[in-house]
């Protein structure tokens, strides 16, 4: 059944956190001006005002020219989340079809997903990356729970999102639960390419006298390796974890790669990413330190999903403008270093004391 994108009343309020969100950053940056962002409109099912908010999920996914394979990331997302959900897409100056072939099926499918209550149509007309793009995105989260998702990375699991709820439930200061991996930050940055080393060969090891085959496997958690959890990308590594291990959440000190599943109240609490001191990469691990300065913990519970690192946006050549606005960005980063970077430049400076 077709279905038509909704240009209610309802957008000027939507453009209008925008608009403040864009101001804020501004104030905060002390000068620095985002590109424009316009509210493009949404898909909404009639009953979506009647929909359970403890069993309510949003769903963010920033797009950056993803026409090769987002409408099948979408796809299979919407065919594996059996509780009421939300979709916030964000088009960060997409240069491709991606914008348009979302509009076409969510046209043609929108119906078909009982259990989709809405679907977000934002548009910005410069780079804002990602960290940005999830913190606007958050503005439309009314759930409980706010899950961030790659636009590349193929969600294949219908028990995450329960198995996730669950634990959240039975365990009161849990902020948020990654489908892929948990780091220790205290190794995450500084850590010495002789630990890499080791921790790349122990893994190994282990994979040889499990399986036979050199695969990526979750093994024991050593605290000690780089990181902890099962980033597959298919065809070249295969994931591995027992039934066990399926019901089990591995607590560490930050949270890495989506899928991510926050808490909403929580993530709202500390005000987001910090997308002024993290433009790409360590914004989630940042935000996780300073959960756990506030007594919070995280975790990793394994999730069936993939991505291939060729599709990813950090992995594709960039135009120039894109990279002059990084270049701008990463300035302002470095004028605005967040929690997490402070602690790893003193932890750097007591070392070499």
């Excluded at 913990?297 to 403008?321: D, H, Q, W």
């Amino acid at each position: 059944m077709f279905k038509s994108l909704s240009q209610s009343s309802q957008n000027s309020t939507y453009q209008g956190l925008i608009d403040a969100y864009r101001q804020n950053f501004t104030l905060r940056s002390k000068g620095f001006i985002l590109p424009p962002i316009k509210y493009v409109g949404n898909f909404q099912s009639k009953t979506g005002s009647h929909i359970s908010p403890r069993e309510k999920v949003f769903v963010a996914i920033a797009v950056k020219d993803q026409a090769n394979l987002i409408v099948s990331i979408v796809d299979s997302l919407c065919k594996h989340i059996n509780v009421d959900f939300q979709i916030g897409l964000l088009f960060d100056n997409c240069q491709d079809k991606s914008e348009t072939q979302c509009l076409e099926y969510f046209e043609n499918m929108f119906d078909e997903f009982e259990n989709l209550t809405k679907v977000h149509f934002i548009r910005s007309d410069g780079e804002l990356f990602e960290a940005t793009c999830e913190n606007i995105l958050s503005l439309y989260c009314e759930a409980d729970f706010f899950m961030s998702l790659q636009a590349d990375m193929f969600f294949k699991d219908y028990t995450f999102v329960a198995r996730c709820l669950k634990f959240f439930s039975d365990v009161p200061n849990l902020f948020a639960i990654s489908g892929r991996a948990i780091v220790r930050l205290s190794l995450d940055s500084k850590v010495s390419q002789a630990k890499k080393l080791i921790s790349k060969i122990t893994r190994r090891i282990l994979a040889l006298v499990k399986h036979g085959a050199i695969h990526e496997v979750l093994g024991p958690y050593l605290k000690n390796l780089d990181y902890f959890g099962d980033v597959a990308h298919p065809p070249y590594s295969k994931m591995n974890f027992t039934r066990k291990e399926f019901e089990k959440v591995f607590f560490g000190e930050s949270v890495i790669r989506g899928p991510i599943i926050w808490k909403s109240e929580i993530y709202k609490k500390l005000n987001g990413l910090d997308d002024l001191g993290h433009v790409l990469g360590r914004d989630e691990c940042d935000l996780c330190f300073r959960a756990g300065k506030s007594g919070y913990i995280v975790g990793y519970l394994p999730c069936l999903c993939f991505s291939f690192p060729e599709m990813g946006t950090s992995r594709k050549a960039r135009n120039l403008n894109s990279v002059k606005a990084l270049q701008q960005r990463e300035k302002l980063a470095a004028e605005n270093p967040s929690v997490l970077s402070n602690f790893w430049t003193r932890s750097q400076v007591k070392r070499k004391n």
